[in-house]
């Protein structure tokens, strides 16, 4: 959702066989010895793991339709070109017998070629440029124009979503994934949560935080109650992640009331 100046527009690439938007495939050097096919199938590896950050073998076959023997040549491939790297699965509570299995995750250098991460130097020096000349509420003011735009194209997208918060989250990451930023909601026992698995300037926002306040507002507009920033890719974390509160379970005698923050 956050946008920089000089970013052009990403433009998401359909992918029937799931049934959702994904990012496109990104720009990648041809390996030698590789087919198209192999080239493809990576591709589609790199999508998956875009999605979900981490991934086992076993998983991400799947997902393919792959068997082990060839999902794991794949794999290794990718490994030796540094496109992914394996760690070890952390699992919680009682844990069977032999090692866990290993989770693959992308690395820096394949994200970069997800997005547009090649304009970061030139994006990050406009903005220092605007806070020395003119001060943080010159930053904060160029962050919400960034972002206005694409509020307008989701608020479009929400016209039918009704009032419910988790409803409208949930168009909301159909909207965000159409724009290519691999979005997903779902229910949580606290309320719900929003997660955006890409972000085309992670690097930018990670100097200027305001890119990322401006768009949790926008979220919060959008959604149409408060919400809580818990996680972002410019600070480190796999995910975006933005908790939406749920309405406490009404009690008697008291009567519970809906905030709107878009009115």
Aim: glycine share 8%; hydrophobic share 40%.
């Amino acid at each position: 959702m956050k946008k920089a100046a000089g970013l052009p527009e990403y433009q998401p690439a359909g992918d029937s066989a799931a049934g959702r938007t994904l990012p496109p495939a990104p720009a990648r050097p041809v390996a030698e010895g590789a087919s198209s096919a192999d080239l493809s199938t990576r591709d589609r590896v790199t999508q998956l793991l875009l999605e979900r950050r981490a991934a086992t073998a076993a998983q991400l076959g799947g997902a393919l339709g792959l068997s082990p023997a060839a999902i794991r040549r794949h794999l290794d491939a990718m490994l030796a070109d540094g496109d992914v790297v394996a760690r070890e699965q952390t699992v919680r509570g009682h844990r069977g017998r032999g090692r866990p299995a290993k989770v693959f995750l992308l690395t820096d250098a394949a994200r970069s070629r997800c997005g547009t991460h090649h304009y970061d130097n030139m994006a990050t020096a406009a903005l220092r440029w605007i806070a020395r000349t003119g001060g943080p509420r010159a930053v904060e003011q160029f962050a919400a124009e960034q972002v206005a735009a694409l509020e307008a194209r989701c608020h479009a997208a929400l016209a039918d979503a009704g009032d419910d918060p988790m409803a409208r989250a949930e168009a909301l990451a159909a909207a965000l994934t159409a724009e290519g930023y691999a979005a997903s909601a779902s229910t949580i026992a606290s309320g719900g949560q929003l997660c955006q698995h890409h972000c085309p300037v992670a690097h930018v926002a990670a100097e200027f935080p305001a890119l990322c306040e401006a768009e949790t507002t926008v979220i919060s507009r959008l959604v149409g109650t408060h919400v809580q920033r818990l996680a972002t890719i410019a600070h480190g974390d796999g995910v975006c992640t933005t908790h939406i509160p749920g309405s406490p379970p009404a009690q008697s005698g008291m009567t519970v009331t809906t905030v709107r923050t878009d009115r």
